[in-house]
């Protein structure tokens, strides 16, 4: 059993708080097969194959446009059945540690973690709201160290497939736990606009959102994701 870290943004740690998130979908590693060669794809989708995906390790037969058919095994970056996952999310400690780096700071030093998911952001180890006058500058997820993380997920499976094989059960579990998808993120739908969309379009509509930089990624070209079930049973309140 490995432990692998895990960004989740803060809408995410939320949903997975409220136990409403058992899966995610990440690309990483992947990316490579919707890539294209002297303007022409990697991958011909009519002739290569997914073939399995068995602890973590997929294996996938690719026609390529400049080679013959060859089989390759893609290990997973997020490890496999059994392994844990540590979630890193934004967060912040004392301000009298800002001029350190997160790997500067012990935990022994001070143990005071505030958690931006949180409304408001309150400390790891008590109730109260944060003191405004000591909290210190927000930091990013990608810099959290695993100390200072109070989630932990236990990984149940793990499977590739394309994005929009996802199912209202999948984009349930990823996101919306069942309710409306104007009441979980009314930034993005209003309460007017949303019943007219099922929910994996509301889905497509929330990891274009994520994705609006790298339209390459986008639900509009299917990519191929790692599908990563959970259990947050584990989650360190």
């Not at 990316?31 to 303007?39: A, D, K, P, R």
């Not at 350190?100 to 709201?129: E, L, N």
């Not at 497939?161 to 919306?176: P, S």
């Amino acid at each position: 059993m490995r432990e692998r870290p895990i960004i989740f943004n803060s809408e995410m740690v939320k949903a997975i708080l409220d136990g409403r998130k058992t899966t995610a979908r990440r690309l990483k590693g992947l990316e490579w097969l919707m890539s294209y060669h002297y303007g022409h794809p990697i991958c011909d989708w009519a002739l290569s194959r997914f073939i399995s995906c068995e602890n973590g390790l997929l294996k996938f037969e690719i026609q390529t446009a400049v080679d013959d058919s060859r089989v390759y095994n893609i290990k997973c970056p997020y490890g496999q059945p059994g392994d844990k996952l540590w979630v890193r999310e934004t967060w912040a400690t004392m301000k009298i540690h800002d001029s350190k780096a997160p790997s500067h700071i012990q935990y022994s030093t001070d143990p005071r973690i505030w958690y931006m998911a949180d409304s408001p952001p309150k400390w790891d180890t008590q109730c109260d709201p944060w003191p405004k006058g000591n909290m210190g500058k927000i930091r990013s997820s990608i810099h959290m160290p695993r100390w200072a993380s109070r989630i932990a997920l236990d990984i149940t499976d793990i499977r590739v497939e394309r994005l929009q094989e996802i199912t209202e059960d999948d984009a349930d579990a990823e996101i919306f736990g069942g309710d409306f998808p104007s009441k979980v993120m009314p930034e993005l739908f209003n309460s007017d606009e949303a019943p007219g969309y099922s929910i994996p379009e509301c889905f497509a509509r929330y990891w274009d959102s994520l994705y609006i930089k790298k339209p390459e990624s986008q639900w509009n070209t299917n990519p191929w994701i790692w599908v990563i079930d959970f259990d947050n049973s584990l989650v360190q309140l």
